[in-house]
C-alpha cells in the first residue's frame, strides 16, 4: 500500500521568512497530492492541491511542486504570517487517501 | 462549497458501552465516505472506508466487528464504536468525496472527541 513520509516534523521559523515541507510517496499509481492545515481540536483544511499531470501549482503565497519521477511533493509558504502557525498533512491519493505524519510550523512574530 | 458534518463533536462515555457517530454530506450526494482515527499529536489514520449500499472495506488491523460503519443513504454514514474501552478514546475524523464535481478532493467534517472512562 502506500506510504508516505513527510519532513521535518517540526518547523519554526521567523515572520517574513519561507517555509518549505517536503513529502515523499512509494505508490506510483498515486495522482492526486492535496496538503491540510489543522488547527488544534480543528478538522483538517484543504490548502492546495496537486494533480499528476501538473509538475507545479501556486496560490498566492502558497504553492506546491510535484516530481513524480522521485515520488517527491514538496510545499512552499512565502511571507509567513503568524496565522499560518499550525500542524500541516501532505496525502497522497488514488482510491483512498494517506496521510504523512504531519509539520507543526510555528511563526514567531 | 461541500458541506460535512458531524455529530456528536464530542462524548464522554464508560468503558463497555457503544458509541454511534454520525457523518453527514449536507449539500451533496456521498457515494463513498471515509473514517479516520486520530491520537493526539499524531496524523490522521485510515480506519475504513463507506461505501453506500455495500459493506465498509477496513484497513488492515481495524476490527470490523469492533468498529461497524453503516452506510445507507447516499448522505449519511455511521461509525459505531462497540463496547469502548479507553484505548479507542481518540478523535475521529469523516470525510466525502463528491463525485458530481470532483472525484478526488475530500472533505472533512469537524471530528468527534471521543473519551472513554
Known amino acids: 500500500g502506500e506510504n508516505v513520509e513527510q519532513h521535518p516534523s517540526t518547523l519554526s521559523v521567523q515572520e517574513g521568512d519561507s517555509a518549505v515541507i517536503k513529502c515523499t510517496y512509494s505508490?506510483?499509481?498515486?495522482?492526486?497530492f492535496p496538503w491540510y492545515k489543522q488547527e488544534l481540536g480543528k478538522r483538517p483544511q484543504l490548502i492546495i492541491d496537486?494533480?499528476?499531470?501538473?509538475g507545479e501549482k501556486k496560490d498566492q503565497r502558497i504553492a506546491v511542486t510535484l516530481n513524480k519521477t522521485a515520488k517527491h511533493f514538496s510545499l512552499h509558504i512565502t511571507e509567513t504570517q503568524p496565522e499560518d502557525s499550525a500542524v500541516y498533512f501532505c496525502?497522497?491519493?488514488?482510491?483512498?487517501?494517506?496521510f504523512g505524519a504531519g509539520t507543526r510550523l510555528t511563526v514567531k512574530p | 462549497g461541500a458541506v460535512v458534518s458531524q455529530h456528536p463533536s464530542r462524548v464522554i462515555c464508560k468503558s463497555g458501552t457503544s458509541v454511534k457517530i454520525e457523518c453527514r454530506s449536507l449539500?451533496?450526494?456521498?457515494?463513498?465516505m471515509f473514517w479516520y482515527r486520530q491520537f493526539p499529536k499524531q496524523s490522521l489514520m485510515l480506519m475504513a472506508t463507506?461505501?453506500?449500499?455495500?459493506?465498509?472495506?477496513?484497513e488492515q488491523g481495524v476490527e470490523k466487528d469492533k468498529f461497524l460503519i453503516n452506510h445507507a443513504s447516499l448522505t449519511l454514514s455511521t461509525l459505531t464504536v462497540t463496547s469502548a474501552h479507553p484505548e479507542d478514546s481518540s478523535f475521529y475524523i469523516c470525510?466525502?468525496?463528491?463525485?458530481?464535481?470532483?472525484?478526488?478532493?475530500?472533505?472533512f467534517g469537524p471530528g468527534t472527541r471521543l473519551t472513554v472512562l
Open positions: 470525510s466525502a468525496r463528491d463525485p458530481w464535481t470532483d472525484t478526488d478532493t475530500q472533505y
Open positions: 505508490d506510483s499509481a498515486s495522482n492526486y
Open positions: 496537486i494533480r499528476s499531470n501538473v
Open positions: 496525502a497522497a491519493s488514488k482510491n483512498d487517501m494517506r
Open positions: 449539500d451533496f450526494q456521498a457515494t463513498t
Open positions: 463507506s461505501n453506500e449500499g455495500s459493506k465498509a472495506t477496513y
